[in-house]
């Protein structure tokens, strides 16, 4: 049964005519279901996927830093289609999410649980869950949190192509990340590698500056930053067990 808080919630997405940014309608989605923050992301061509909205500040960084380290609970769940559950991201095994690892201390995300937005095997993107204080979720958050994940992939279905009608406006929210792309685009030609090395090379330099993915991606769009011919690649992620 889910809470009320979440039936309002659910109600605000089932209106064709809502009102509000993304951000509003995270933030009431966080509040409902006790998080400091929520994101939800739509599958794309990179292994993070495209954020379309973002609640807060402390939810959108830990997105952006799995977008720069290429892994994390919110890749793994959109890999394999599957509930992620971290109720503590400093007792993470060794070995999992090493890059990740040597982040953590830093975070103010502790807690982070990832639902996958799906229809049988086919999985349209991730909802993630981010909470400063560690813990599991209570079982009325997890009962919660599964009937917005069933809601927001039924809003997919619903209304074409993802990220285009989800917030009620005719043109759609434009997807977070969508300056990744236009600066992937211009490494490569700056680089003459293929957009997958230039994204590689994006999260190389982006790791190496101690910024996140997104903010490179602004700079190199405002040319501020302009990635030299000969940058190395990096090496190729280990094999994961």
């Known amino acids: 049964m889910i809470s009320d808080r979440m039936a309002e ?10 009102t509000g940014g993304g951000a509003e309608v995270a933030a009431a989605m966080a509040a409902a279901l006790g998080m400091d923050g929520v994101t939800v992301a739509l599958i794309s061509g990179s292994a993070h996927g495209e954020t379309l909205w973002a609640s807060d500040g402390v939810s959108r960084h830990f997105v952006d830093l799995q977008a720069t380290l290429g892994e994390g609970p919110g890749v793994d769940c959109l890999a394999v289609g599957a509930v992620v559950r ?20 830093g975070q103010t995300a502790r807690a982070v649980f990832c639902f996958p937005l ?18 599991q979720l209570t ?10 994940t069933f ?27 969508a300056v990744v792309h236009q600066a992937t685009g211009m490494a490569s030609v700056q680089l003459a590698v293929s957009l997958a090395d230039a994204l590689l090379c994006l999260r190389a ?16 769009v ?7 011919p000969g940058t190395d690649l990096p090496p190729p992620a280990a094999d994961k067990d």
């Open 86 to 105: 971290v109720p503590d991201l400093t007792l993470v095994r060794d070995g999992r999410w090493p890059a990740l690892a040597m982040e953590v201390p």
């Open 205 to 220: 330099h982006a790791y190496g500056s101690g910024r996140t993915l997104t903010d490179t991606a602004h700079d190199i």
């Open 9 to 18: 919630v659910l109600g605000m997405l089932q209106k064709r005519d809502a």
């Open 118 to 135: 799906r229809i049988g095997a086919i999985v349209l993107g991730v909802l993630t869950l981010v909470r400063r204080a560690p813990g």
């Open 151 to 177: 809601a927001l992939t039924m809003r997919l279905m619903d209304r074409g192509p993802p990220g285009l009608t989800l917030s009620g406006e005719p043109d759609g929210p434009p997807l977070l990340n």
């Open 222 to 228: 405002a040319r501020r930053l302009r990635l030299a």
């Open 139 to 148: 079982r009325g958050q997890a009962d919660d949190a599964l009937a917005l």
